[in-house]
């Protein structure tokens, strides 16, 4: 059934880059929202929202093992947004808390008699975790899946990005397989690759709270600590189109009976024909902000790709979802650089 306002939402890691953005913007509609956030964010997302009477949090501290049974009362629909970031977590606490967190929520929320769901996966999942497909010059697209094995992915030598994709592909897979056995969930996955964008609710003190737009603080960081980012593709979606494909999940039906359970997987990628690659977006940005010039990379340092860039085909999201529109590269990178700059101002007065 279709989930429209006044009602209730659960989202949980509420102060997170898109998560903040999502409540932002079920708030701007008219749902009311309960959030989940742990430790200290629980305090910066109430703060940040303590204006609207419609939001409330409530504290979560671990989604892989946490009662969720106060957190759901009353709740009509779930959107599972939490997630350990890349090079962020423990590998092992990074997979348990994708995937027994994913579990852990999906269980709960049949157990409520919540029963639509809606999970932010990644487009990530669509490949192996090792990314080579990126650069085969492909169309990425819903119907590719991603393989990936907990003992591959916590090997010693796996870098925080592999065990990253790693854990998405199998939070995902747990979800799928976990809707085919309980037919009476509804459950629709939105799969964002890269986001950039502005802040909702600013992250802590430092380039190590940063999320993926770390990759473009990369670019600017000046200092000799300016590099390409290792991923020279430039598959993205704004933070902000990212949290909207959400909000009209939650307004679609559910499939009808004998449907592909997994036909409500989204790829919501923004158009490649807008986007540059990493030696274009420094090259546009030494000309737009000509004060950065000195802080940018060379362009002799940019890494050399290792096959054509694949591109993304999110017709399933512009059709059934409702994503016409996408906000540009150009935009999108103004938009980040302008948000890490401000950034930076406060962790330098912090310092």
């Known amino acids: 059934m279709s989930v429209e306002p006044p009602a209730l939402i659960l989202v949980t890691g509420a102060s997170g880059f898109v998560a903040a953005h999502i409540v932002a913007q079920l708030l701007d509609a008219g749902y009311r929202v309960r959030g989940t956030a742990r430790g200290a964010k629980l305090a910066l997302v109430r703060d940040h929202f303590k ?3 419609s939001f409330e ?44 967190g994913t579990l852990n929520l999906l269980r709960q929320s049949i157990a409520a008699g919540v029963h639509k769901v809606v999970v ?35 090997a010693g030598d796996r870098k925080p990005f592999y065990r990253y994709c790693g854990a998405k592909i199998l939070a995902e897979e747990a979800a799928w397989s976990f809707a085919e056995d309980h037919p009476e969930l509804d459950l629709t996955t939105i799969n964002p690759p890269f986001m950039y964008g502005g ?59 004998g449907s592909d359970v997994r036909g409500k ?6 158009p ?11 090259q546009w940005l030494a000309e ?23 591109t993304t085909d999110s017709t399933q999201a512009r059709e059934k979802l409702g994503m016409h529109d996408y906000v540009g590269w150009d935009a999108t990178i103004d938009e980040t650089v302008t948000a890490l700059l401000e950034l930076e101002k406060k962790w330098k007065g912090q310092t």
């Open 199 to 257: 802040y909702a609710i600013y992250p802590g003190n430092g380039p190590h709270a940063l999320g993926s737009t770390e990759l473009i603080y990369q670019l600017i960081a000046g200092d000799g600590k300016s590099a390409f980012p290792p991923p020279s593709t430039v598959i993205y979606c704004n933070v902000r189109d990212a949290a909207r494909a959400h909000l009209l999940a939650l307004r679609l039906p559910k499939l009808p009976q």
């Open 120 to 154: 932010t996966s990644s487009f990530a999942t669509l490949l192996d975790p090792s990314f080579e497909a990126a650069y085969k010059g492909i169309v990425l697209n819903e119907q590719l899946y991603g393989k990936a094995f907990p003992e591959d992915i916590l």
């Open 272 to 282: 490649r024909h807008g986007a540059r690659l990493w030696t274009e977006t420094v």
């Open 57 to 100: 949090a409530i504290q979560i501290d671990d989604i892989a093992t946490s009662d969720f049974h106060d957190a759901l009362i009353g709740v009509d629909a779930v959107l599972a947004v939490a997630c350990p970031l890349s090079g962020k977590a423990d590998p092992n606490e990074q997979l348990k808390g994708a995937y027994d």
């Open 288 to 310: 737009t902000r000509p004060e950065l010039r000195d802080r940018l990379p060379k362009l002799e340092d940019a890494p050399k790709l290792s096959g054509p860039l694949s």
């Open 51 to 53: 204006s609207n009477p």
């Open 265 to 270: 997987r989204f790829l919501v990628a923004a």
